[in-house]
């Protein structure tokens, strides 16, 4: 296998363009960077077998290829050991992927950084822009084969697939197919963070099966090779689909096989699968579908863990024929073959808005009958068409568990059995749109458990464990989305400006209180117009806006003392209203 790579002064970068690209990739040596100025339109290259390879596009502008007038890849390799794409467009090739890797080269990292994947269609094969294949028919050191894909975009690209999965499924992958194989006890690792997967398809030829319309992470036909550890973070996957007929079809957004999955941020937004034509076929998963991969018992089952993930809109189309409706339209989660169990955690995750067409389906999160679930401070409620929650033990939710979550109990009559569960419409923004941010009305604010570890922020980037209602403590709010903390300090009152501290960014807004009665009487009271200052979180300063009586009155006493309301308004969040007295003080106008 040989040892891994490392840097040495002696790594060159080497410029190019158009006109002379192929022949700077030739020269390069181990470690060495091509920099590459220019989109260059119908070009096809092989990669040298050189390790640690960097082929990355100049600072600016567009750079990288245009497969106008190409059958083959912009860039092909076999032999590769380490590679890195950084800032390069990749799009148009229609013929084959517009990236496509397949070597044992295990011993070295593939880096994928700030690409652009677009309007690129494999017609005979995986993954419309990008294919990824590692493989060792030997164990492999612990975290190899690695790959890394970071703030990448694929958008517009579509396969049609070939099968490749064990067990006879199919292959797929619209924007990307990622297969790392070592065999056991080896596991490969992936790390998949900022990326959008927007658009991407997968059209299946009649009767054959296929999956990820956007993305598959997969063991391929290795059933004994070590899980993928598979890290996702701040990933969107969105407008993707899997269609055709007379095949099983999972993850409209995603799909992975012999991965477990640690994902945090991640959103599954508005996917979509095609629904079954025979009883013996299958549409799983239409956001994501993440299964066990072999036997379930090589390895024994899988443990996945998604914290703030965001599933809304995702859809598995109606069936035909003698099919069954869909398997959950937002997140599946089994054993392809066998017992071992697949074990899910859903932490401070949204679920809802999802739809399924047909009796019998399943909207919300399905797994099998040896499978398990675990929800915490989640919203799993809310979906269209069949049942929130399906599979997980030998009667349906057996081997499901719950606490401090919006979730009913199956078949209806309540909240699900748990601690601090709830069974309500969670009144979110748009959750059909892909916006979970809660609303006033929202009876998951407050309603979690600072018990469940989470992480400081949620799905948006706001803070997490902030008092959402006026006088609340600070507690984790159920869902993906953290309403904002309406906490303010007033500090000191210097001339006519009030400076206050919020926890969170908003706007305060200062009224005057208690110039009531009718207009004739308020006209006659009012010492102050409404004062308001935006920002934050940090310090406010609210200038506040006197009245022409009121400058009068402090500049005559050289005081003036002020009944006010000072109100913080956090962005999406709830207003917190507090009387407040203000003594201005003012030079006295001297006699």
């Known amino acids: 296998m040989g040892a891994l790579w490392s840097a040495s002064a002696s790594a060159n970068t080497l410029q190019a363009d158009c006109t002379n690209f192929g022949t700077r990739l030739a020269a390069a040596g181990a470690g060495d960077t091509v920099v590459l100025t220019g989109l260059c339109t119908g070009q096809s290259h092989t990669l040298p ?15 990288g290829f245009d497969g106008t007038g190409v059958a083959t890849p912009a860039l092909a390799g076999t032999t590769s ?16 992927s517009a990236v496509s890797i397949g070597t044992t080269g295990v011993s070295n990292p593939y880096v994928f950084a700030g690409d652009t994947f677009s309007g690129n269609f494999n017609s005979s094969g995986n993954g419309g822009g990008l294919v990824l294949e590692v493989h060792s028919i030997s164990p492999c050191a612990a975290g190899l084969p690695s790959a890394t894909i970071s703030g990448s975009t694929f958008s517009g690209n579509s396969a049609v697939g070939t099968n490749f999965f064990a067990g006879g499924t199919g292959g797929g992958g619209g924007g990307a197919l990622v297969d790392l194989e070592c065999m056991a006890p080896s596991s490969p690792a992936l790390h998949l963070s900022g990326n959008t997967f927007t658009d991407n398809s997968v059209t299946a030829p009649s009767g054959q099966s296929r999956a990820g319309g956007g993305l598959v992470v997969a063991t391929g036909g ?68 993440t299964r066990s991969g072999g036997t379930c018992t090589n390895p024994q089952g899988a443990t996945s863990t998604a914290t703030n993930l965001v599933a809304t809109g995702n859809s598995i189309g109606a069936p035909s024929g003698m099919g069954p409706a869909g398997e959950g339209a937002a997140i599946y989660a089994g054993c392809a073959i066998g017992t071992g169990g697949y074990h899910l955690t859903l932490a401070s995750s949204t679920v809802t808005a999802n739809q399924v067409a047909g009796s019998g389906g399943v909207a919300g999160v399905d797994g099998e009958a040896t499978d398990f679930l675990v929800l915490q401070n989640t919203i799993l409620t809310g979906n269209e068409g069949g049942a929130d929650i399906d599979g997980f033990g030998a009667s349906p939710g057996a081997n499901a568990t719950a606490a401090h979550s919006d979730v009913c109990a199956i078949g209806g009559g309540g909240a699900f059995a748990g601690a601090g569960n709830i069974c309500a419409a969670p009144a979110l923004v748009n959750p059909t749109g892909g916006d979970v941010h809660e609303t006033a009305a929202s009876p998951t604010v407050d309603s979690g458990s600072n018990a469940f570890v989470a ?17 609340d403590q600070p507690v984790i709010d159920m869902g993906a989305a953290e309403i904002p903390s309406d906490s303010f300090t007033i500090g000191k009152l210097k001339g006519k400006s009030l400076s206050v501290g919020v926890s969170s960014p908003g706007t305060v807004q200062v009224t005057q209180q208690g110039a009531g009665g009718s207009a004739a009487e308020a006209s006659s009271k009012k ?65």
Do not use: C, M
């Open 49 to 63: 077998a050189t390790p640690n390879l960097t082929i990355e596009g100049a600072a600016t502008g567009t750079n």
């Open 81 to 96: 050991n380490g590679l890195t794409l950084r800032n390069l467009t990749f799009r148009k090739y229609t013929s084959s």
């Open 222 to 289: 290795f059933v004994t090779t070590g899980p993928i550890q598979d890290t996702q973070t701040g990933n969107t996957f969105s407008g993707n689909s899997v269609t055709g007929t007379g095949g099983n079809y999972s993850g409209g957004g995603e799909f992975t096989v012999g991965a477990e999955i640690a994902s945090t941020g991640d959103r599954f937004l508005g996917n979509s699968l095609a629904g079954a034509t025979t009883s013996i076929l299958s549409s799983e998963g239409g956001g994501l579908a």
């Open 455 to 471: 992480p400081p922020t949620d799905v948006y980037g706001a803070p997490r464990i902030a008092a959402g209602k006026p006088g």
């Open 527 to 591: 010492l102050l117009n409404p004062s308001s200052a935006s920002g934050g979180p940090g310090t406010l300063v609210v200038h506040l806006q006197l009245t022409k009586k009121a400058k009068k009155q402090l500049k005559a006493k050289g005081k003036l003392k002020l009944k006010t309301v000072v109100t913080f308004s956090p962005t999406g969040g709830i207003p917190n209203p507090a009387p407040t007295k203000l003594n201005l003080k003012g030079k006295k106008k001297k006699r």
